[in-house]
């Protein structure tokens, strides 16, 4: 939250003083709605260089698969909602994420059938 | 766009998966692929996602594989938010890379058991763009109690898509009723005679497709028809013209269309094609407002504080 209050743009004003108390509540946040994470997208990343136009000509570009500029990999949503969202993982995100989806999937094996 | 069975056979065939993980609909095609004998894959994991997990898809893919599938529940905004495992039909929340709040209308946290309107997602690695108690409009429904394993995480009952997919039907007497796509499904999912459903919206009203499984039954569509009109006469409570939409206000000008039981004998034995399936029209009373198909079958139910698998893996009979 910390983070999110130092890079955005958006944040820094949603979250105001709570994002340096350390006793915040979670629930007495504003919450975020997709219409604003499309509407307020460049005001919500925090890198600059993540524009929503660029990464719409990105993502419809032959490269749509490769990181972005270089080191983030880019996610939409298929719009189903009447809304396209964004998102973007660095490096590490996306490592932890794919990492927590291993460990899941790694709970859902049925243990191997015995040896005959 | 989905690849064609035929090739997934193919593909799937020269791998040898230890994992399939995918919509659940895709895994019962392929569990079909695998029962007459097309298909010779042996995997150990079964996740699926992005569509619920009904009785009839855990009873061709148990008869298929011998492993109970799991339930994925994740989304763009994070790779994965909740899955179940075979020793707990409730889904695990990944608290390790989400905070989960399932919350009502107006934004307050729903009891376990009941299922909520939305959901906050506040997603701890994404860092780029991050998403603080981010909105999601799926109904999902908080489980009570801990994990039978020991895992530590809280647990979800249910996950059953999205709340905007709630069609609205002029309702007999005037007004609407508001039908959750689910609903409209429920009729039709766990019959093994139904291998495929879509519902569609056209000029002449609400349409059905359905793909028979080979030898089904021969009064099954005028049993389904009777399945489905007794649903949608149950369904809801009726809404005042006042959220009446210009969808329904279009079907009134049309009658729906008329049933029409076509000959059970145009089925398709083979990989499902475009075209190949047997239409039935469903009398349903008017039009709905989307396709739905995606999140139309009920999931497969976890009780709360189960101590065990306690999803059955018999499918529920039509009634009769």
């Known amino acids: 939250m910390r983070h999110a209050a130092d890079a955005s743009p958006y944040y820094r004003e949603a979250l105001g003083a709570a994002a340096t108390d350390p006793d915040v509540d979670l629930t007495a946040l504003p919450t975020l709605s997709k219409e ?27 490269h749509a698969a490769e990181p972005y500029p270089g080191e983030y990999r880019l996610l939409s949503t298929s719009g189903t909602s009447g809304l396209r969202g964004l998102v973007a993982y660095d490096r590490a995100d996306m490592a932890l994420g794919i990492a927590v989806s291993l460990g899941a999937m790694v709970r859902q094996a049925s243990p191997p059938p015995p040896a005959s | 766009m989905l ?11 020269a791998y040898q998966p230890e994992a399939l993980v995918g919509y659940p609909t895709v895994a019962a095609l392929l569990a079909d692929e695998q029962l007459e004998g097309r298909l010779e894959v042996a995997p150990r994991i079964l996740a699926f996602g992005s569509g619920p997990v009904t009785d009839d898809i855990v009873r061709r893919v148990v008869a298929a594989w011998g492993v109970r599938p799991a339930n994925v529940y994740a989304t763009t905004e994070a790779p994965i938010v909740a899955n179940s495992s075979p020793e707990d039909p409730c889904l695990d929340v990944a608290e390790d890379l989400v905070v989960l709040e399932v919350v009502d209308a107006d934004g307050r946290p729903v009891p376990p058991g009941t299922p909520g309107e939305r959901v906050l997602i506040t997603n701890l690695a994404s860092r780029a763009v991050p998403l603080i108690r981010y909105e999601i409009g799926d109904v999902v429904t ?5 994990s039978p394993v020991g895992r530590p995480y809280r647990r979800l009952s249910r996950v059953d898509g999205r709340s905007a997919d709630v069609l ?25 005679d139904v291998r495929q459903f879509q519902f569609r919206d056209d000029d002449s009203g609400l349409g059905l497709d359905i793909v028979l499984r080979p030898g089904a039954s021969a009064g099954i569509t005028e049993s389904l028809r009777a399945a489905l009109v007794r649903e949608l006469e149950s369904a809801g409570d009726p809404t005042t013209g006042a959220r009446r939409g210009r969808r329904a206000d279009r079907a009134r000008e049309r009658p729906g269309r008329e049933a029409q039981a076509l000959p059970g004998a145009a089925l398709s034995t083979g990989p499902i094609r475009r075209g190949s399936s047997a239409a039935a029209a469903a009398d349903a009373p008017a039009a709905a407002t989307r396709t739905a198909n995606r999140a139309a079958n009920p999931p497969v139910p976890c009780a709360a504080g189960a101590s065990g698998p306690a999803s059955s893996a018999v499918p529920a009979m039509l009634p009769a």
């Open chain 2, 142 to 146: 908080p489980a009570a109690g801990a």
């Open chain 2, 168 to 192: 609205r039907l002029p309702a007999p007497g005037g007004g609407e009723v508001a039908v959750p796509d689910f609903a409209l499904g429920r009729p039709l999912a766990n019959v093994p």
């Open chain 2, 3 to 13: 690849t064609p069975p035929s090739e997934m056979v193919v593909a799937l065939n």
């Open chain 1, 36 to 62: 604003t994470l499309v509407e307020r997208f460049d005001a919500i990343v925090t890198d600059p260089r993540l524009r929503r136009a660029d990464i719409e000509a990105h993502l419809a570009g032959p």
